[in-house]
């Protein structure tokens, strides 16, 4: 996903780019006060200490003198804005990424390569067979490490499947995805509703990260009978192959992170056997030819309508011969993850 601000409506943007400010600001008060208190502390004798703290303090005041002249978030360097994640992970960040010295530009590769490590410890079994349920999925980052969130696992009698996409890019999207794993893996254990369970996962994720972080994401679970129901907090719609036309099911709610008090509603629906559902992220419908033209989902619609009744791994594998045929050797700028579950059929 790319900023989520670019999704939302423009008063809304607007009010979140004014959330982050504000954030940062504070965050830059609350940092210069403590570095003051620290260097007034008894214990701040040593010169070495005294030192560092005294350089950290002209860090944070020099920062908070271009808060105030209006040049606060631009490159040093070549004076375009610099990557909103890095500044909301740092508010002291002073180069864009294309200006950073060698000796940051390989702390930074050493820190996403141990991300990367992190995030694919992290995965499901590509294939796995839960009940009567088989599902697939393709998982491919752009760069080292993704923004998306894909998990698949048995909770009782019944498969929970999650697929989402964080806002920005690196590290930081890649620990917020971390952060929606450990979430809901602990909430599972509590058989909680899936409503109340989104629910109480938003208010963690909103109550946890910095301002300006969201994430949107399908949450569903699947029963034996073949009954599904699924919470869609902002997400791209759920595709439903149940014939020769697939059923469209959009968003049931606002992007986890967005609201503390958010209220998300349950969707639900039935699989007879050999129906499947699709879920993706924004890496498929907003991947561009050669010409600039969007992949999108409708196109997405008609591809999957003449596949009813295959099997996740052939399904997910269609998706991917089609979009490659339609973007031709365009370079993926965002995340791509494919999520394909099928009923069994019967025999």
């Known amino acids: 996903m790319e900023s989520l601000d670019t999704k939302l409506e423009p008063s809304m943007a607007v009010s979140v780019a004014i959330a982050e400010q504000a954030y940062l600001r504070s965050e830059l008060e609350r940092r210069q006060t403590r570095l003051k208190s620290a260097l007034s502390a008894p214990l701040a004798n040593a010169s070495v200490s005294v030192t560092s703290l005294s350089a950290l303090l002209d860090e944070v005041d020099a920062a908070l003198a271009r808060m105030d002249d209006g040049t606060y978030g631009l490159c040093q360097e070549c004076h375009t804005p610099i990557e909103r994640e890095r500044l909301l992970a740092d508010p002291l960040v002073q180069f864009c990424l294309d200006d950073l010295a060698p000796a940051e530009r390989r702390a930074l590769e050493g820190d996403l390569t141990l991300a990367a490590q992190i995030q694919q410890a992290l995965l499901p079994n590509r294939n796995l067979s839960v009940l009567d349920w088989q599902v697939h999925y393709h998982y491919a980052p752009a760069g080292l490490v993704s923004g998306d969130y894909c998990d698949l696992f048995r909770s009782n009698d019944d498969l929970l499947f999650l697929l989402g996409d964080v806002s920005g890019k690196g590290v930081a999207a890649s620990m917020l995805m971390s952060h929606l794993h450990a979430t809901f893996r602990s909430l599972a254990n509590v058989d909680l509703p899936l409503d109340r369970m989104v629910e109480a996962a938003n208010r963690i994720f909103a109550e946890s990260t910095l301002a300006g972080q969201y994430a949107t994401l399908v949450v569903g679970r699947a029963a034996q009978d073949g009954s599904v129901e699924f919470v869609s907090a902002g997400h791209l719609p759920l595709l439903h192959l149940c014939g020769p036309e697939p059923a469209v099911a959009g968003a049931t709610g606002l992007p986890l992170g967005m609201f503390t008090n958010a209220g998300f509603s349950v969707h639900r629906l039935h699989l007879a056997p ?48 089609d979009l490659q045929a339609f973007t031709n050797g365009t370079k993926p700028h965002d995340d791509l993850t494919l999520l394909a579950i099928q009923r069994a059929a019967q025999t």
Do not use: F, I
Request: proline share 4%; net charge negative; charged share 25%.
């Open 274 to 321: 050999g129906d499947g559902l699709l879920v993706y992220t924004d890496g498929m419908t907003e991947a561009r030819n050669p010409a600039g033209e969007e992949y999108g989902v409708g196109r997405m619609e008609t591809l999957v309508a003449n596949c009813h009744k295959k099997s996740p791994d052939a399904l997910v594998a269609d998706c991917l011969q």
